[in-house]
């Protein structure tokens, strides 16, 4: 079991470039989760989707936009990058249980 | 509006010593009170989670300690160790919502000195 897994890594973008983040979950998780990690703001929400074919609004969505592309993939594009989008993204799963399983992040970084 | 506030920033505690993280929360809907560990360069992973009807919970060297009429819950690291140097964050979920959502705190990075 690989668990969440995140592409890719590291990314540099220039302002105004787009680009998707990718997210895969083999635990036949119902829901699935974005976040932003910044220094002192800890973990925010940025979109969910809470069962296949339903994505919703987290707490800092403005620039972001999701897809549910199946029950195992959950994507997170950025259409015109911001310098204020450079950060740490985690992506999350879980089921039943409210223990939330996360990746190992993608590092972001918009010149 | 932060609905879940985390004190403090940062933590140095000498090896042997007791951590001590607080947080605080807001809304009464909040049932669900877990505290997640990050090692730098990974994600976060749950540690030990909470519910109000217990005053607290231990799992090891870690326990909770809940305060349901003060809003506050606590999580203290006994005898710490080198290895426990991550960052900690406390988060609370209403669990009525079915969502799974979960809102946390601003988070602590703990260093434990040898």
């Known amino acids: 079991n690989a668990g969440v897994t995140q592409t890719p890594k590291f990314q540099v973008l220039k302002t105004g470039q787009s680009m998707t983040l990718q997210c895969a979950q083999d635990m036949n998780h119902n829901s699935m989760y974005w976040y932003r990690q910044d220094p002192g703001m800890g973990l925010r929400l940025i979109y969910y989707?809470?069962?296949?074919?339903?994505?919703d609004k987290g707490e800092v969505p403005n620039g972001y936009n999701v897809s549910r592309l199946n029950k195992r993939e959950f994507s997170l594009r950025l259409e015109s990058a911001a310098p204020s989008q450079t950060s740490v993204y985690f992506c999350?799963?879980?089921?039943?249980?409210?223990?939330?399983?996360f990746g190992p992040g993608t590092r972001l970084t918009v010149t | 509006q932060q609905q879940v506030k985390q004190s403090p920033q940062s933590l140095i505690v000498q090896k042997g010593g007791i951590s001590i993280i607080n947080c605080a929360y807001e809304n009464t809907a909040f049932d669900y009170f877990p505290w997640y560990q990050q090692f730098p360069g990974k994600g976060p992973a749950l540690l030990i989670a909470i519910r109000p009807d217990v005053s607290e919970k231990k799992e090891g060297r870690f326990t909770i300690s809940f305060n349901k009429s003060a809003k506050q819950f606590s999580l203290h690291i006994m005898d710490s160790q080198p290895g426990d140097s991550a960052t900690y964050f406390c988060a609370a979920s209403p669990t009525s919502s079915n969502t799974g959502k979960l809102i946390f705190g601003q988070g602590t990075t703990l260093q434990v000195k040898p």
């Open positions: 989707s809470a069962s296949e074919g339903t994505t």
């Open positions: 999350a799963s879980n089921s039943f249980s409210y223990e939330q399983y």
